[in-house]
């Protein structure tokens, strides 16, 4: 466990996987979220849904940050923790931080298109005026499993 938290990261990174599960229904790709209080209390979770909704921005982290705040009443997400099964992309870094939550837990590395620590670093950057802790590499092995068997059944000709 954490400090602030009554749930410790590999639990809401666990969480997060059962979620993702939920996306390849719709054939997104199986990513989810999950947004706790800071103590530990769910407040959202959300898969991709790009092609279950037709929204480009449908990421696992945008819907759950929408979800959360509908929840909370307004859109800063102060002492929440966020928990992804892979490293957020640019825009979904941005949302993180624009929602102000305390801390970004995730799985998997994403060296193409990271934007919390492998391809940029978005949320540490010193010049915005808030900055995330961000843990990175939780459960790694089983969220990048998820992501290859699903590419892998993309491959060989899998919807």
């Keep these: 466990?954490?400090?602030?938290?009554?749930?410790?990261?590999?639990?809401?990174v666990r969480r997060a996987l059962v979620v993702a599960n939920r996306a390849?229904?719709?054939?997104?790709?199986?990513?989810g979220a999950?947004?706790?209080?800071?103590?530990?209390?769910?407040?959202?979770?959300?898969?991709?849904?790009?092609?279950a909704l037709g929204d480009p921005t449908a990421h696992a982290e945008v819907l759950a940050l929408r979800?959360?705040?509908?929840?909370?009443?307004?859109?800063?997400l102060e002492g929440c923790t966020v928990a992804v099964t892979v490293e957020p992309c640019t825009m979904c870094a941005g949302a993180l931080g624009l929602a102000r939550v305390a801390r970004v837990v995730f799985g998997a590395w994403e060296p193409r298109t990271g934007a919390v620590g492998s391809l940029w670093d978005v949320l540490?950057?010193?010049?915005?005026?808030?900055?995330?802790?961000?843990?990175?590499?939780?459960?790694?092995?089983?969220c990048a499993a998820v992501l290859e068997s699903f590419f892998a059944g993309h491959r060989n000709g899998a919807p």
Excluded at 24 to 31: A, E, K, M, N, T
């Design 124 to 142: 540490r950057d010193r010049r915005l005026n808030h900055r995330p802790e961000v843990i990175g590499g939780v459960l790694e092995a089983e």
């Design 34 to 51: 999950v947004v706790v209080d800071a103590y530990g209390r769910e407040l959202a979770t959300a898969c991709n849904a790009r092609e």
């Design 1 to 12: 466990m954490t400090a602030g938290s009554l749930r410790s990261d590999e639990e809401l």
């Design 24 to 31: 390849p229904d719709s054939g997104d790709v199986p990513i």
């Design 67 to 76: 979800a959360a705040a509908e929840v909370v009443g307004e859109w800063r």
